[in-house]
């Protein structure tokens, strides 16, 4: 396993951005997935990103987030724009146990420690 620690996150009003970082603890070749969990609900598949740069998206957030990564830094990145009130959620990052992305959190053995983005109307 590898140890992730992210930052970023906040408050932040409707159509505003954000950006989440996630740094790892060694290089991982594998795909870095970002998830998402509101209160009362399941965590979310929000995007996953390949060592390569290819990128997948939850259909909700398509065209507003964009996944990347730092392979020099160990670090994976999710800018947020057009943020909506139903983005509110605790976000986490994880690393995948294959070199692709899945929406499936069961393939991811690492996980950050999440943290907090509250968008206000």
């Known amino acids: 396993q590898v140890q992730l620690v992210q930052s970023g996150g906040g408050l932040v009003q409707a159509g505003g951005s954000l950006r989440l970082s996630c740094a790892a603890s060694?290089?991982?070749?594998?795909?870095m997935g970002w998830f998402r969990q509101a209160p009362g609900k399941e965590r979310e598949f929000v995007g996953a990103?390949?060592?390569?740069?290819?990128?997948v998206y939850a259909d909700s957030v398509k065209g507003r987030f964009t996944a990347s990564r730092d392979n020099t830094k160990n670090t994976a990145y999710l800018q947020m724009n057009s943020l909506k009130p139903e983005d509110t959620a605790v976000y986490y990052c994880?690393?995948?146990?294959?070199?692709?992305?899945?929406?499936?959190?069961?393939?991811?053995?690492?996980w950050g420690q999440g943290t907090q983005v509250t968008v206000s109307s």
């Open positions: 994880a690393r995948s146990r294959a070199l692709s992305g899945d929406s499936d959190s069961r393939y991811y053995d690492s």
């Open positions: 060694r290089r991982t070749f594998n795909a």
């Open positions: 990103i390949t060592r390569d740069d290819t990128t």
